[in-house]
């Protein structure tokens, strides 16, 4: 029965070309309990919202940024003034809206992260996993922003790490 099997086997991935390894996998699996189950990312995590990746520097124009230790308050209104006009219309910054809360997001995502995000976000959401992530979560919500320079992307980067602290 075995060799049959083995046999049956050969010849399916013969015949199936590139949908052998597929085949195998499923042949592999106990024939006594329902076949393994495939575990995806958004099945190990509850919420991509809550994970925190702070070497994650995402997808775009921004490499590196140095964060000094004591707040710019000048640089923080500036961004406060900017999300106030930018992004409201979809983030608050204690609960969900359209988007996700952004008052703690500083302690989540590195500030490079954060800026590509508001920078490039169509790339982002198409290959950073992170931001896949949340963009599914969202239900494919698109975050859209007229262009944002790189000094108001830093100020609001400013803006909420005074929220976060
Ligand atoms: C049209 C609505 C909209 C606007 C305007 C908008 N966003 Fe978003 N944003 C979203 C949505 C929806 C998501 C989650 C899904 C996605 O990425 O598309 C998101 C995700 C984010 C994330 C990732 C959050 C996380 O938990 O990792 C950040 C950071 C962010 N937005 C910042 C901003 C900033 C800063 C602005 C203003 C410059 C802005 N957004 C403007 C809708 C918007």
Redesign the pocket.
Known sequence: MKNVLFIALALLIFSCGDKAEKKKFEYNTPKTTKPAKVVTKTEEVTS??TIVDLENKGIGPIKSIELDETLNMDMAKKGEA??NT??????KTDKKF?????GD?TT??SPE??MN??MN?AQ??KKDP??IG??E??N??????AP?SED??RA?VEY?RSLAQ
């Open positions: 991509f919202e900017f999300f930018t992004c409201v219309a979809c983030h359209i988007g996700p809360a952004l997001i989540k995502r992260w954060i995000m508001i976000t982002m959401t992170l931001a949340i963009y979560e969202y494919k919500a698109p975050m859209v922003t944002v108001n992307a609001i909420l």
